[in-house]
């Protein structure tokens, strides 16, 4: 019965609030990371931010204005690492603040000590476990200028919310059956540690922001998954194998 009532609310969500044609093709043309997709998929992203922007509240921050080209270029990027996994990853919060730019946010983090530290940090964007996500306009509109250096920050948050489906942000999200726990453990947690050891050394490979710590290494490397899988196949093939699977093959390579 639940299953019915959902897919007859996202039918009637398609029906009542379609993405026209045409701004869907200028979504798509502004939007290089998808040009990798085939038309099949292109439809399937396309209901997918249609739910997006029917289910999420956009808020502007500062002086920003949120007008429906913003909403899509957000919406149709956030629901890219759900393509082949399903829209319910992307279910349980409701709101997208958008600044013009980077603003400050109090965060708990590790430093280089090990330490724990409470501040207020300067962030492109964050991603709330009871909440919703921030993003930077300009870092926004940056990524997609730049589409294969494997930085994406609304993919790198959708990456926590995809993480936090079972809890904090960890670096472990819910594995599909058939994937092994202990196999995603020992990639991911020796790879970790390489990018630690490098980035510590000065020649990191990738963004060496994926060293923080493991729920930024899993955000990072999905970054990277989508955007440039062939320099995350080139440094961590395993971990590329192991987004690959979780991912369902929703990459380029």
Request: net charge negative; hydrophobic share 40%.
């Amino acid at each position: 019965m639940f299953s019915w009532w959902k897919r007859r609310r996202r039918q009637k969500i398609l029906e009542e609030h379609p993405i026209a044609d045409g701004e869907w093709a200028d979504t798509v043309a502004g939007l290089p990371l998808l040009q990798q997709l085939e038309p099949g998929q292109l439809a399937e992203l396309r209901a997918m931010a249609t739910w997006f922007m029917a289910e999420k509240d956009f808020y502007a921050g500062g002086d920003m204005d949120v007008i429906r080209p913003v909403e899509l270029l957000i919406s149709a990027q956030s629901c890219l690492p759900v393509l082949n996994i399903g829209y319910e990853w992307l279910e349980g919060w409701y709101s997208v603040f958008v600044f013009p730019g980077a603003f400050r946010s109090r965060q708990s983090w590790r430093n280089h000590m090990g330490l724990v530290d409470d501040d207020k940090r300067v962030l492109a964007g964050v991603a709330y476990q009871k909440g919703g996500m921030v993003l930077s306009w300009n870092n926004v509109t940056f990524d997609v200028a730049d589409a294969d250096d494997g930085n994406n920050v609304i993919i790198h948050e959708i990456a926590h919310k995809i993480d936090m489906r079972n809890g904090p942000a960890d670096g472990y999200p819910a594995l599909h059956k058939g994937m092994s726990r202990g196999r995603w453990a020992k990639v991911m947690q020796s790879a970790f540690e390489d990018l630690n050891d490098k980035a510590r050394r000065g020649r990191p490979g990738i963004d060496p922001y994926g060293a923080t710590e493991p729920a930024e290494f899993f955000a990072v490397t999905s970054e990277y998954y989508f955007e440039n899988p062939e320099r995350l196949q080139d440094v961590y093939p395993d971990v590329y194998g192991q987004l690959h699977q979780f991912y369902r093959g929703a990459a380029a390579v």
